[in-house]
């Protein structure tokens, strides 16, 4: 089955797919990592994102449209989840007619909630692993050595948009453009909500359960 993870930055939309996608062997499509990928190689695309993304603003539909749909028909037999796409209406539509071309759905629709105070905690204290990506938090999940990576000792950063100014534009921006989203797929079937403001642990298995209940 095919699965959509959306919510506001910092949600934990990154961790739990990730976990999801390792635990089930569906395909995580991350978009805001192809993007930083794209930045980080310079290919046309990355150099015509890179503003945007540091401005905490959406990158241009056209281009994010087309990557993810590289990414997807990559291989057409996996199932994939996809976190962080689409993030507003036209992006969905777009997203509707891909599928349609290509002759695949989605299963679940996941929308996943938290109050902004704990966005705003998760965002600031979030370091990420240079050479593998996985994400850890300051607090929540701290490294067990300062500024390295348990899973590959790769050195951890933070992201240029977790500064405190372009997280506060990245909700604005989460508000004007992703969160009409919700009434978009709301009444769709697969659509679920889930409380995403618990322990990883507990949102986890609250994810599990909207997918594969
Ligand atoms: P993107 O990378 O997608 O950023 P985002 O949506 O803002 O989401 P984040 O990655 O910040 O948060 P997340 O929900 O994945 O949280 P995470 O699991 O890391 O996009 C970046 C940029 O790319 C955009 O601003 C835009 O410019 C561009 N872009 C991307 N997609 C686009 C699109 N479709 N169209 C146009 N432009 C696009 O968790 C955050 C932290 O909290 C971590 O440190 C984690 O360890 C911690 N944490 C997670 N869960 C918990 C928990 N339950 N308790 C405590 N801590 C937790
Ligand atoms: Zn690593």
Request: proline content about 4%.
């Amino acid at each position: 089955m095919n699965v959509i993870l959306f919510g506001p930055p910092g949600v934990g939309k990154g961790t739990q797919g990730e976990k999801l996608a390792g635990e089930t062997g569906i395909k995580h499509l991350a978009m805001g990592d192809i993007l930083r990928t794209a930045v980080r190689e310079a290919t046309d695309a990355g150099i015509a994102a890179r503003a945007y993304m540091d401005a905490g603003k959406l990158v241009p539909d056209e281009l994010v449209v087309a990557m993810i749909e590289d990414s997807i028909i990559e291989d057409l037999s996996q199932n994939f989840l996809l976190d962080g796409f689409p993030r507003n209406v036209a992006q969905a539509e777009a997203l509707n007619q891909m599928l349609s071309r290509h002759g695949l759905s989605i299963g679940r629709t996941v929308f996943m909630d938290a109050p902004e105070d704990s966005l705003l905690e998760r965002l600031s204290g979030r370091l990420i692993c240079k050479a593998c990506g996985f994400g850890f938090h300051r607090q929540y999940s701290p490294p067990s050595k300062s500024g390295i990576c348990d899973r590959c000792g790769g050195e951890l950063y933070q992201r240029d948009d977790d500064r405190e100014d372009v997280i506060a534009h990245r909700l604005e921006v989460y508000k004007e453009q992703t969160a009409p989203l919700l009434d978009y797929y709301r009444h769709k079937a697969g659509f679920r909500m889930i409380d995403a403001s618990g322990e990883m642990e507990t949102v986890y298995a609250a994810l599990k359960e909207a997918v594969e209940g």
